[in-house]
């Protein structure tokens, strides 16, 4: 885990918030394109919605998530959908706790 990598990505308070709302995505998202539930995550359209940013700026952003493990992607058909890397939060959490 590379704790400045995953500083950086925290440092923009629209990924913040993006990481806030898959905590729960039933509450702050409608209902997926062709999936049932949550289960895999939410569709990077609905993501796209609540910014109100253009499509390259959140694939951006949740590409970057990605990269440091952040977030999971799980691609169904032609859309991908996101959801929380809980463990990998905990894990950077725990590594802030004892590090500073």
């Not at 919605?49 to 959140?58: A, E, F, H, I, N």
């Not at 951006?60 to 463990?87: F, P, S």
Request: charged residues 25%.
């Amino acid at each position: 885990m590379n704790i400045i990598e995953i500083n950086k990505v925290l440092s923009n308070k629209v990924r913040v918030d993006i990481l806030d709302w898959l905590k729960d995505m039933e509450s702050n998202f409608p209902p997926q394109i062709n999936v049932p539930d949550f289960g895999n995550g939410v569709c990077v359209c609905h993501i796209q919605d609540k910014t109100g940013l253009s499509q390259s700026t959140v694939s951006h952003y949740l590409t970057m998530m990605h990269k440091v493990d952040l977030i999971i992607a799980t691609r169904i058909g032609k859309w991908t959908y996101y959801r929380r890397n809980e463990k990998m939060i905990g894990e950077y959490i725990d590594l802030l706790k004892n590090s500073l």
